[in-house]
């Protein structure tokens, strides 16, 4: 669910950008309103809303929509420092997740632990150990999953720390 959640929000977050930047199209007398690039024949200002504020910016060049994750992911709208932070950052909360992951897997423990006990079975009960199997491998690869992202992220780091000291000696 929370997948399809955050799939659902990054598809349509190209979309929402559109929303805060209207293209005003002039040829003649005549006056036209857009949320794409105006056609070459037409003049263009781009009307953009943000906070409440509307400005008008006079833009004949035509300009195509900027993929904030591609520019995000190539390095090019932030410092070395800054993205060696927001990976502290995101590796900081993979551990937290991780430690939730420990405290929902005691839970679930617990409320098998409960069930087994009101219906009178052992712990050696096949029911019991095949719904214990199954809520320890689904925590071990959520685990495993956070923990392999983890391990990328330090390496991804430390790739960065190397370049910004060597640019630094430089």
Known sequence: MVLRITLLSVLLLPWAAYGNSVYKCMRDDKVIFSQTACPSEYRQHRIEYELGITTEIDSDKRSAPKDHLRELLSNQSLSSEKLLKLLDAEIYRLQ??????????????????????????????????????????????LTLLNNSTIELLEQHKQKLSLTSEQAMNE
Do not use: M
């Open 96 to 141: 937290q997740e991780n430690s939730y992951f420990q405290i929902l897997q005691a839970s679930e423990i617990k409320k098998l632990e409960r069930k087994r006990y009101w219906q009178k079975k052992g712990q050696d009960d096949p029911e019991y150990l095949k719904e214990r199997t199954i809520i320890d491998e689904h925590f071990k690869q």
